[in-house]
């Protein structure tokens, strides 16, 4: 899918600069699209380039002259997996003025980078308009405006605002994060975690797990492991354990009162302590001598993700990750339910809300998400039902309350997901229209000058790269494979 990210300036570049500064952002390997196709137009009706820049002058002073719309609205500028735009905007302040962005995919590198070059360029190319135009004439108000320096501002939007209101941890910044999750990913147990939220996915090992707390916080613990574990069950304790989810232990009980004597942490310190000629305080019998059972016990790590769900908001994260959000544009809201968890995201400008539980999603949790909706004022609403599905009775109160909403003149759009296991599937086209709607929004200005809708335009020649590269992979990839074939003749 498709991103934007885009800065404003407080200055309204008069038309007389407009062209000259395109001519220049080309003269940097900047070629604008709509600018080039006109200049194409002008050359096929002039039978030749050399009249056709004096064309373009003539048509560009006569809508000046009539009051039109301006000749020049701005361009965009396309490269192989990104591109620029620049909006001249007719007025000054709050984004009403200068506007330049970059359009990207998930895989294209530095994005931020790009587009700080982009306005680095922009600022160049209108001092070198600027000085042209001073050399052709020499008016009061071009002599200001050689002075000028473009001061660019993140371009403000909605989900910023949003996530500054919610009672979070969250960094000053679009898109705020939870710290204590980035710092838990990202740290030394990062790749432990990771495995515990791969093996959380899997219904059987949390169900697992979930009854191993329960019979621990019951004191059923040592019952639990007594009652045998089949080789299959065997594996899955020894999943849980590689990635930190439960501990193996040996508690040691005095054989004349049952009273628990002590836990070691392995067989080999049981085996230590026995070859010491420990006795016990109970009975004075020797250590070796009274009785030992295995544990299997819940980590912190574990019931941590198993209470809050934040195996849900991990799981959540990397499937919006792999769909190409960046984790810097989400954020966890706190949840005072067991096993659900409540993300927020920023998809272009687009603030989602994303509500998960851990099995089905009913009436009574609809009510409790729609109370906490209130507060993130989210245009979007996701209801995840990971090991069940969202009850038709939900679904009714929940769609309500979107035509509520709407009839207020506050647009919701509700999409309900039964199960995890399908969420990057379902996810993918409804975040894919969100960016092609933030796409047209955000050039909707270049349209009259295209001819066309120019950011649907941008989306379908994105698809149509992608598709290339895809073939181009599969050919190398045949061509690999046929090679060698060969090799074996």
């Avoid at 019951?218 to 899955?236: I, K, S, W």
């Avoid at 335009?457 to 992979?473: C, E, I, P």
Wanted: glycine residues 8%; proline residues 3%.
């Amino acid at each position: 899918m498709l991103f934007i990210e885009s800065r404003t300036a407080d200055l309204c570049v008069e038309k007389q600069f407009r062209m000259p500064l395109l001519e220049a952002l080309q003269e940097r390997g900047l070629v604008p699209l709509i600018r080039a196709a006109r200049l194409y137009l002008f050359e096929q009706a002039t039978s030749g380039a050399e009249r056709a820049r004096d064309l373009e002058r003539a048509v560009a002073e006569r809508a000046d002259a009539e009051g039109e719309e301006p000749y020049v609205r701005g361009d965009v500028f396309c490269f192989d997996d990104y591109a620029h735009f620049l909006i001249f905007g007719e007025g000054s302040g709050r984004g009403a003025g200068l506007r330049a962005g970059v359009i990207y995919g998930a895989e294209t590198a530095e994005p931020a980078e790009k587009l700080e070059t982009f306005c680095r360029n922009v600022q160049d190319a209108f001092d070198d308009a600027v000085r042209v135009s001073r050399e052709a004439a020499t008016h009061a108000d071009e002599e200001a405006s050689a002075t000028a320096s473009i001061e660019w501002h993140p371009r403000e939007g909605r989900t910023p605002e949003v996530f500054k209101g919610q009672t979070t941890e969250l960094l000053n910044h679009p898109g705020g994060f939870d710290s204590t999750i980035m710092t838990a990913q990202h740290g030394a147990g990062a790749v432990e975690r990771s495995r515990a939220v791969e093996l959380l996915e899997d219904s059987g090992a949390r169900g697992f797990l979930q009854r191993l707390s329960e019979a621990h916080a019951d004191g059923r613990g040592v019952e639990m492991v007594a009652g045998g574990r089949g080789p299959e069950q065997e594996t899955l304790v020894a999943k849980l354990a590689g990635a930190g989810l439960v501990r193996r232990e040996v508690q040691v009980s005095c054989r004349k009162d049952g009273r628990s004597l002590f836990r070691l942490p392995s067989p080999d310190a049981l085996a230590i302590m026995t070859a010491s000629s420990a006795m016990c305080s109970e009975c004075g019998a020797a250590v070796a001598d009274e009785r030992a059972e295995e544990l299997v016990t819940p980590t912190p790590l574990a019931s941590s993700m198993l209470k809050d769900g934040a195996w849900l908001v991990s799981s959540l994260r990397s499937i919006l990750s792999g769909l190409g959000i960046p984790e810097r544009e989400t954020t966890t809201r706190p949840t005072s339910a067991d096993a659900e968890a409540q993300v927020l995201a920023n998809v272009c400008g687009e603030p989602f809300l994303f509500v998960l539980r851990d099995g089905d999603f009913t009436a009574t949790h609809a009510r409790r998400a729609l109370e906490g909706e209130a507060e993130a004022h989210a245009s979007h609403l996701v209801f995840v039902a990971a090991a069940g599905k969202v009850q038709d009775e939900a679904r009714a109160r929940l769609r309500e309350q979107a035509r509520r909403r709407s009839r207020a003149g506050s647009e919701t759009e509700v999409a309900f997901i039964d199960g995890l296991d399908t969420a990057a599937d379902e996810l993918r086209p409804l975040l894919e229209r969100v960016a092609q709607e933030a796409l047209t929004r955000e050039l909707y200005e270049l349209d009259a000058d295209a001819g066309f809708n120019v950011g649907y335009a941008l989306a379908a020649r994105f698809r149509l790269m992608q598709q290339r590269g895809a073939l181009r992979d599969l050919a190398a990839s045949a061509a690999g494979a046929m090679a060698g074939g060969l090799k074996e003749f």
